[in-house]
């Protein structure tokens, strides 16, 4: 087994033709071309879909090989996940030959070996080279073909660097070398993904309402600050592929998904200083300003400054970049716990929220809360995912209809007000 650590990018056709010779100057060596194809494989009530687990045989040469890829997870933005590659006599597939350890507890092997079944290909030129950067091996491979389901096709035009050994730390710096190069959006689903995709015919993407971040229960201040980042990231990355698929309310969704990320910097705010965060909220702000006027997707996402802001801030995330501002005092508060964290900023989020709405307001009384309620909401999000969702979810809503004045203004405000608290131990801090 190896564990895959990997970047993904899409990319424009005029990005594939810049970018060899951009790659040719980073001391790469290869460049060959591969013509692969790739066949995947799940039973017709899709087994392997629901455990998050892919499976194909790829072609080569008249070589062949069967590779199955876990789940796995993202840290800082970058893919982690189990890879199994197994070198096959033909194009056969053979399940028994993967190690009896990679499949759930659940699963019957040698029932499952006679349900696999091909659902969809994908066949790509893949160029590829390898690059020696800082303390890592790096294999860079821009791959242009199509995926195939039945009778759908979608175009593959992508720019993938994956860790051959080293720190992941120095994929993102070597590909903020990359970012020169007009044209290139990171991507956030796998081919395997997209051909789901198009073998259920679900080619479009819906704008998904914001959840409540769920840490581990012992979690530290510091692990609820990378998960709240990557939490928002995720939620940016989700959006913007709605953008691309022309949902009417995305680009809004993308500029709500920046409003978290700030806000999530200025929530810790207390304990890592301003100067930590200014490079990202400098972007940050710059970037906004571009949003707030009606644009197409691919006028904003495929710009290097838009890259080179994600590219920030998943290195800020996986170097733990506020660490060199902290002094020992915040060292301790960043090793304390993050519910106890919470229980201290609901109370706050509910104290501010009272100044702003204990009395009646006019329309633009109201108007002129918007921005401070859509903060203290985004609060909620982030801070209730150690309480019942039964509770911090409804009352996390009452809010979100004032937001959305969903009815008479005042009524909302009284019935957010009266709610009862869901968090523990509130009344000590309010």
């Not at 290869?30 to 799940?42: I, M």
């Amino acid at each position: 087994m190896t564990v895959e650590i990997e970047l993904k990018f899409i990319a424009t056709s005029e990005a594939v033709a810049t970018l060899p010779e951009v790659i040719s100057r980073l001391s790469a060596e290869g460049g060959e071309v591969q013509q692969l194809s790739n066949t995947y494989y799940d039973s017709p009530e899709g087994v392997l879909r629901s455990h998050r687990i892919g499976l194909r045989v790829r072609g080569c040469n008249d070589s062949w090989e069967m590779t199955l890829k876990s789940a796995g997870n993202t840290v800082g933005g970058v893919a982690h996940r189990a890879e199994y590659n197994i070198q096959l006599p033909s194009s056969k597939l053979d399940i028994a030959l993967l190690p009896a350890d990679v499949w759930p507890a659940d699963v019957d092997v040698s029932a499952l070996q006679t349900k696999l079944q091909p659902l969809f290909t994908t066949d790509f030129k893949r160029q590829s080279w390898l690059v020696n950067f800082q303390q890592s091996q790096v294999e860079i491979a821009l791959d242009q073909g199509h995926i195939t389901a039945g009778e759908a096709s979608e175009a593959i035009s992508e720019l993938e660097m994956e860790l051959k050994q080293g720190n992941a730390a120095d994929i993102l710096t070597l590909a903020q070398q990359l970012t020169s190069v007009k044209g290139l959006r990171l991507g956030s689903q796998s081919k395997a993904a997209r051909g789901y995709r198009l073998l259920n015919g679900d080619t479009s993407s819906v704008v998904m309402p914001m959840d409540v971040l769920t840490v581990s229960e012992r979690a530290t201040v510091e692990q609820g600050l990378a998960a709240a980042l990557e939490w928002a990231f995720a939620y940016w990355q989700r959006n913007e592929a709605c953008w691309f698929d022309g949902e009417p309310q995305a680009q809004s969704a993308v500029n709500h998904s920046l409003t978290a990320i700030r806000q999530i910097l200025a929530l810790f705010g207390g304990i890592i200083p301003r100067k930590a965060t200014a490079p990202l909220r400098e972007r940050l702000t710059e970037l906004e300003q571009q949003l707030e006027v009606a644009q197409e997707a691919a006028a904003v996402c495929y710009q290097p400054a838009y890259l080179q802001l994600k590219l920030a801030l998943m290195a800020w995330v996986m170097n733990k970049g506020w660490r060199i501002f902290i002094d020992d005092k915040g060292k301790q508060k960043l090793a304390g716990s993050f519910k106890r964290f919470a229980d201290i900023m609901l109370s706050r989020c509910k104290s501010e929220l009272k100044e702003a709405f204990n009395k009646k307001l006019t329309n633009d009384g109201y108007n002129d809360q918007q921005s401070r309620l859509e903060r203290q909401i985004i609060n909620f999000y982030l801070l209730s995912g150690a309480y019942d969702k039964e509770q911090s979810l409804p009352y996390i809503e009452v809010w979100q209809k004032l937001f959305d004045a969903q009815g008479d203004r005042d009524t909302l405000r009284r019935n957010a007000m009266e709610q009862p608290l869901f968090w523990l131990n509130s009344s000590q801090h309010v």
